[in-house]
């Protein structure tokens, strides 16, 4: 009967649920309302999770607090999208509650589903029902409800697994949009496929190939072939100051492998990086600690020390980042964008770092923080010109060295005018206040195309539609780029536009712009209009009015 689990299962269980959620990313990519290339749910908390199992794979012990510690902070690095970032909150509750417990019960896990989804909760300023928040209640009423009487661990994530996925399927009644659309919630069954991952190492199931049936559609492949990349070399940041390397030799005629195992887990509980390999005839030890005379202490319990060396990182650290170090300025400018033309555009207007990402990749929390750490500011905005980067943006306030302020731009044109309402001379409050303004006077439309066959705002789609989309809804569709760029044109146009610009995606032909921009400026003479080379992939055009 296995009425609990250890460290090592817990480990065993992340790694797995991260392989699953990446092995089926695709599948949650596909279930994205609305219709067009930028269905990225299953991308963003499939990188997520691997951020997270990629710190708890490195993490050196198997204690529960030090688990959870990586699992929680790996999952806040690498937090992409509204749905990565609300992941990794219900990661931070569940391990908080998990890192005090000895070991793992159901009672445990019933708690810290409470808790992961009372942070999740609380992560989002207008929680929509009929989404991943949705699923974690039901999942977390579920395993309060079954720990009332005592329960077997795999008993009790099959349970779990199926109040969530019975929570899933009334999704698409809870939000019309997913009703319309023929679909459920995509970040809830990122979540519960997780879930199975774990599942799976507690009754031994290797498979990766799960069934789904989640209504969709049209099936959709993904564009993404994306692999995470982590970088943890953080110069402004190290815990343990010493490196200590040696050798035990001639061990005790008393010592045993035990002994050798104790020693090993005391090392973890003063360090990292515990590197303890060999036997009886000689042991080779490597840590990092800031007790170097502990570590030296334990050691000739067990036998004599040769080769001693002791390294003082703290020292080479300070000089590391003495070469680095700048004078910072007041204020400094970071622009997420995707496509060479819109970032020339933000550089040209004194923006010290532009991110890539947008709507194929959205940059993760600890991204945004390193972007804003390599500008030379004390106060540093940042522009997500995407509302599902808006969430990420404003988790990288924790990781950051330098005071964020996020302004909420939620796409390339409304980033470009706020960049513009930027005054150096100003003080913060009033940028602050300037660039919000700004962001209100902008209107914007987005031509692309269906990427599948569906009923949505009024619109009958079919898979390769042209459409031209505003803020809230799709208004315009047709089988030409260039009827539907204008057909958007008239209906964002009103008396108060007295400007419009076109910013043509990587592939449109500049005199396919420049013949849109001619038929446009000959219907509305009193507006100036103009055309810039964005490069974006996805979208033919971003078009600005103001």
Known sequence: MQKTINGATLRKMILNGAKLLDSNKEHVDSLNVFPVPDGDTGTNMSLTMLSAAKEVSDCPSNNLDALCDAFSKGALRGARGNSGVITSQIIKGFSSVVAQAQEITAKTLAKAFAAGTEVAYKAVTKPKEGTILTVIRAISEQAKSITKKSIEIPEFFRRIIEAGEETLKQTPEMLPVLKTAGVVDAGGRGLLIILQGFYHVLVGQEDTNIAFDDRINASSSSPYDEQAHFDYNDLAEIEYGYCTEFFIIHLKKKTTEADIDRFREHLMEIGDCVLVIGDLNMVKVHVHSNEPGTVLTYALELGELDRLKIENMLEQNRALIGKKKEDLKPYGLVSVCAGEGLTNIFKDLLVDNVIEGGQTMNPSAEDIAKACDKVAAKDVFVFPNNKNIILAAEQAKALSKRTLHIIPTRDIPQGLSAVLAFNPEDNLENNEQNMKEAIGSVKTGMVTYAVRSTQVDDFELKEGDIIGIDNKSIVAKGDKV??????????????????????????????????????????YNRCDVDIHYGGQPLYYYIVSLE
């Not at 610009?501 to 400026?521: P, Q, R």
């Open 482 to 523: 260039e009827s539907v760029t204008t057909e958007l044109v008239d209906k964002l146009m009103d008396s108060s536009v007295s400007s419009i610009t076109l910013y043509f995606g990587n592939e449109v032909k500049e005199e396919e712009a420049d013949a849109i921009a001619k038929e446009i400026s000959d219907k």
